[in-house]
């Protein structure tokens, strides 16, 4: 007996790992999963408890009188013995007495075979056990069902379940199959038993589709597809006749129609007659209906209405509180101006006399100046004399005795000289002085002319980019006029358009205006754009909401920071504003209104609104708009007036317009662009002719500088000179003869000359400090004169835009009047149509007084009619002409009824029968399609663990395999290979010994029972053509499974003695007695040959 090996059934420690050939297999099979888990060691699980065999007793069945009864174990149960004594007829009989039919025993076609030979039935009984929770009915059957079974000579059968105490519970199949079902056994399951015969057929079989189809039935996945072949052949009938269903229910719709047609003519002439009548009274009511809803929409109008003319009344409020607010700010900013201009004079008398003391100061502040440099320079003088007499008083004292008369001489000579050469020096100083300020002169001009030219060409520069831009702006606007309004307007417009479509915005906005209005005078477009300004750019909206739907709009197109085109909004009408009663007239001049174009009463509106446009006179003459404006009383209801320069006329003031041509409203494109050019070409050469000047300007400038600064030099060392020669003369004159001299007088001098010294130096001090204090008092006083000077050019510099802020405060105040004009002739327009409707209300309410009378008399009481009275008149009309027409004609009424009523019901049985098939043809698609998945699915799982089961079981000897399923062409080919797995190549099965091959197949029926379901599995002589090294094995395995699997029976027949298995609770062997002599060979014939011979 071969050595166990292993502990435990398939350990994981010694399962070796799938080839790569076999990864390859298990993805063209679309396995999902990757691994098996495999039971380890002893299993603890308990006993079966449902289903498996307890017993089994045969009675003239096959060749046997009596066999049995068998007692099988619960877990592994060996059949043994010797051929023919009754091992395969215990096999036979459990398919038979199960239900199973006589061909799939492969012993015979009919059950009349299964019958002892000079008998005339067999009988069958097979006790199945019925235990735990899952038994079947515990409370009738106990714990065993008995299923006996009676087999007559002319092939029929019948049944007897009895319980476990002997009653007999039911006698139908049905009951049997109940049961089977329950336990989930399938005697036709070669995994449940699998006979001689099925192994030839299928495992052994050379045949590739043979093993799969063994495969299928095992997993039982072949009922399954038959199963889902027969649904959808059921499926494609049920759709023909479906399809039937519907032409005939075609037919009959049209059959019963014509007879409801007919039955209801003749059924329904006294309806007709009383529906006439009825028809008569909703006739009489729907007419006061109508009155009552054009009352309704009357007082519904009135409420609306006064709704409106309540929202006039607040609008003409908040309108007046506006304006008040506008005066207000008029009259602050008018204060603001005059309290400037007193705050400027009052201190204009403190500016002057600051001015004064300033100039007072520094004047006092020079004075002390020149005192102090004069004495600075007597002290320098009265030092130099010192030094002097002290070097003659020690020249004396040296030279007392030497004689002194040629030295006078010469003294006297070079004095004489000198003297002429100051004077000289003098005159030169006096032409070199006179030249350098004519120097000085030229260079401060010409700096003047410099700053002035400079600042002109800045000037020019300007007004060249600007109308450089222009120019650009001019030539876009000759392919799209849009862009004269911006560079961005064109692409604005298609977002808004965009925008619309898409149904953002209420009513389109309207923008920009300048392009929805259009000159009668091309003379007047620079004195409209100076009178609309930003105007011309705006855009006009209904309400808020579209107001900022086309703000975010803007931001898109418009950077932050950078201005935005202003959004007014208003509500849109169609009318143009009556301002026959405020607008401005002259019979000359027209007004703004009147110059232009408008085709948009929006347009229009907007700027009457904005800006009071029918107040606006144009007159093109400035003089002219003087005299009309100023001299005399202004027009009535004019307000200003504007020129054709762009110049704005009040009448108390006159502003010069900063534009020189119209940007947004010239029609003559190219004119204006040529003249732009023009103009560009004028200021280019401009601006080269003041950069020629300024380099001009700036080349005397350095000329004139570098000679200046000649001339100060030579300027300088002429004084230098004088200085140094005036110097000498008094040295020389200072000097006296030898012979005359007394040094003690020359002392004294110069004692005397020291007394001054310090008397100079003191005074020197007091100017000094002197001079400190006037300087810091002369600052004391510029600064102060600084801080009001500065404080009056602060409010000059406040003043300035407050001007601007009160001209625009008065256009405000003006608008607000206007608004509030507007919005009173609104509500006086609105009261008068309130006041009508009224009128018209009341003139109504008689009429329907009228209609009710009339309407009682018809129909006393009130009915509630849904139609109007023009349809329900047509109607009785209608069914007049059809009443005359139904009189005229004639039918039997009882013979049209029963034909109605057997179409009607024929029509709706047959709809309703296709309604049903057509909801269960797609509830039936919809579970199959969901089944035909989960089929996949569980095919797919079932072949990758049927894989690994087998090439782990093969491992147990160190086999090798392979299991390749094609479910395409439904083939299953099996490779094994004994020896060293990975050296090896795989071989076909059928290259191997009968002993390896029944290992092999003993392999693939252990992988079968690994992933099928049977409370009991029956194999039929397992180790037929085994070895004794690969019976045990086998058997080594068989036990293993079986010890894992303690809830499952298994039943192995075989010739084999089994003395060599172990004694354990697990197994137990029955024992068959050798045949009878004679009995060698049972009674039967092949299936094949037999049934050629029931078909003769």
């Not at 105490?165 to 199959?177: A, D, F, N, Q």
């Not at 010192?386 to 040296?398: F, G, M, S």
């Not at 009309?628 to 054709?644: D, G, H, I, L």
């Not at 003369?729 to 007394?742: A, R, T, Y």
Request: aromatic share 6%; net charge neutral.
């Amino acid at each position: 007996m071969a050595k166990r090996k292993e502990e435990n059934f398939c350990s994981p420690e010694n399962a070796k790992r799938p080839r790569l050939e076999e990864m390859e297999d298990f993805d063209r099979d679309g396995d999902d999963e990757r691994t098996v888990s495999f039971t380890n060691g002893t299993s603890t699980l308990t006993a079966a408890e449902v289903g498996i065999i307890e017993s089994i007793q045969l009675k003239n069945f096959m060749c046997h009188s009596m066999l049995g009864p068998f007692k099988f174990g619960s877990n592994v149960n060996f059949v043994v013995g010797n051929n023919g004594s009754g091992k395969s007829a215990v096999l036979t009989a459990l398919i038979v007495g199960l239900g199973g039919k006589a061909i799939a025993t492969n012993r015979g076609s009919s059950l009349k075979g299964f019958v002892k030979d000079g008998q005339n039935s067999a009988d069958i009984s097979i006790t199945l056990r019925n235990r735990g929770d899952d038994a079947y009915r515990a409370n009738v059957y106990g714990n065993s069902i008995v299923v006996q079974q009676h087999i007559s000579m002319d092939g029929s059968r019948s049944y007897k379940l009895k319980s476990e105490s002997g009653t007999v519970v039911s006698t139908r199949k049905e009951e049997l199959i109940a049961i089977l079902d329950h336990f989930n056994i399938q005697v036709d399951n070669p995994v449940s038993v699998l006979t001689q015969e099925m192994s030839k057929q299928f495992l052994q079989s050379k045949n590739e589709g043979d093993k799969y189809k063994f495969f299928m039935k095992a997993t039982q996945l072949e009922q399954m597809k038959e199963d889902y072949s027969y649904i959808m052949e059921t499926k494609e009938r049920t759709k023909e006749q479906i399809n039937q269903g519907e032409e005939r229910l075609v037919e009959l719709k049209r059959q019963c129609l014509e007879k409801e047609e007919r039955f209801q003519i003749i059924a329904g002439l006294s309806t007709m007659k009383t529906n006439l009548e009825y028809l008569k009274h909703e006739m009489a009511w729907a007419v006061v209906n109508e009155i009552e809803k054009q009352l309704n929409a009357i007082r519904d109008n009135i409420k609306i209405g006064e709704d409106r003319a309540a929202r006039l009344e607040r609008k003409m409020e908040e309108q007046q509180a506006r304006l008040n607010e506008a005066e207000n700010k008029y009259k602050d900013i008018q204060d603001k101006l005059e309290k400037i201009s007193e705050e400027t004079n009052a201190r204009a008398p403190e500016c002057m006399a600051l001015k004064a003391d300033v100039t007072a100061k520094k004047r006092a502040y020079n004075e002390a100046e020149v005192l102090y440099n004069r004495s600075l320079n007597e002290y320098r003088a009265l030092k130099k004399d010192d030094e002097q007499l002290c070097k003659r008083i020690e020249e004396l004292k040296k030279s007392a005795d030497q004689s002194l008369e040629p030295e006078r001489l010469e003294r006297q000579r070079k004095i004489s000289w000198l003297k002429d050469r100051v004077k000289a020096l003098q005159d030169q100083e006096s032409s070199v002085g006179q030249e350098a300020e004519q120097f000085q002169q030229a260079v401060d001009k010409d700096r003047e002319e410099h700053t002035r030219v400079r600042r002109e060409e800045l000037d020019v520069k300007h007004t060249l980019n600007y109308n450089q831009r222009q120019l650009k702006e001019l030539k876009d606007s000759k392919t799209d006029r849009l862009k004269r309004f911006g560079p961005h307007v064109p692409a604005l417009l298609e977002a808004i358009e965009d925008a619309y479509r898409r149904g953002q915005f209420t009513y389109k906005p309207v923008g920009p205006l300048g392009a929805c209005i259009h000159l009668r005078d091309p003379e007047l477009a620079l004195a409209i754009e100076s009178c609309l300004k930003g105007l011309l750019q705006a855009y006009c909206c209904h309400n808020h909401s579209d107001e900022r739907v086309l703000q975010a709009l803007m931001r898109k197109f418009y950077l932050p920071g950078t201005s935005r085109p202003q959004i007014i909004v208003s509500e849109f009408r169609n009318d143009l504003y009556d301002v026959r009663h405020r607008a401005a007239y002259h019979p000359e001049f027209p007004t703004v209104l009147t110059a232009l174009e408008i085709n948009n009463a929006v347009v229009a509106n907007s700027l009457i609104d904005m800006r009071g446009i029918e107040t606006i006179l144009l007159i093109k003459n400035n003089s002219v708009a003087r005299a009309v404006m100023q001299s005399q009383k202004p027009p009535k209801n004019c307000r200003e007036a504007f020129t054709a320069d762009g110049d704005q006329v009040f009448a108390g003031r006159y502003y010069s317009s900063e534009y020189t041509r119209p940007k947004f409203l010239s029609r003559d494109v190219d004119s204006e662009i040529s003249e732009l050019e023009n103009d560009v070409e004028n200021k280019k050469a401009q601006i080269v002719n003041l950069q020629q000047h300024l380099s001009a300007l700036e080349k005397d400038i350095k000329r004139n500088e570098e000679f200046l600064r000649r001339y100060q030099l030579r300027y300088k060392e002429l004084k230098m000179k004088i200085r140094k020669n005036i110097s000498e003369i008094q040295e020389l004159e200072n000097i006296e003869e030898h012979q005359s001299v007394d040094i003690a007088t020359l002392e004294d001098e110069a004692q005397e000359n020291k007394i001054k010294m310090k008397m100079v130096e003191k005074s020197m001090e007091q100017q000094k400090e002197n001079m400190e204090y006037l300087k810091s008092v002369k600052i004391e006083a510029e600064n102060k004169y600084d801080a009001i000077k500065l404080k009056v050019n602060q409010l000059s510099e406040l003043a300035d835009p407050l001007k601007d802020e009160l001209n625009l405060a008065d256009s405000e105040v003006d608008n607000q009047k206007r608004g509030k004009r507007h919005y009173e002739e609104k509500q006086r327009e609105h009261l008068n149509t309130l006041n009508k409707k009224k009128r018209e209300l009341d003139m109504k309410e008689k009429e329907l007084e009228e209609k009710m009378s009339q309407a009682r008399q018809i129909c006393p009481e009130r009915i509630e009619v849904k139609k109007s009275a023009s349809i329900l008149d047509k109607e009785i009309n209608r069914l007049r002409q059809k009443i005359q027409a139904e009189h005229a004609s004639h039918g039997d009424r009882e013979e049209i009824m029963r034909q109605y009523q057997e179409a009607r019901e024929t029509y709706l049985d047959l709809d309703t029968k296709v309604k049903t098939l057509k909801r269960f043809i797609k509830l039936l698609e919809e579970i199959m399609t969901y089944r035909y998945k989960t089929y996949q699915q569980f095919r797919r799982c079932l072949t990758l663990r049927c894989k690994l089961y087998f090439d782990n079981l093969l491992s147990q000897r160190a086999y090798c395999g392979k299991m390749n399923f094609d479910h395409k062409n439904e083939t299953l080919t099996i490779s094994v290979q004994p020896g060293e797995g990975n050296r090896a190549t795989f071989n076909d099965m059928r290259a191997l010994s009968g002993g390896e091959r029944s290992f092999s197949t003993v392999c693939f029926i252990l992988s079968l029972w690994s992933i099928a379901e049977s409370p009991f599995r029956c194999l039929d002589e397992f180790d037929v053509y085994m070895d004794m090294v690969n019976r045990r094995i086998a058997m080594d395995m068989i036990l293993k499974m079986a010890d894992s699997q303690r809830f499952r029976q298994f039943i192995l027949l075989t010739p084999q003695s089994m003395s060599s298995l172990p004694s354990t609770e697990m197994i137990r062997i029955l024992r068959l007695s050798d045949p009878e002599r004679g009995q060698m060979l049972l009674p039967f014939r092949p299936v094949a040959q037999e049934e050629e011979e029931n078909r003769t």
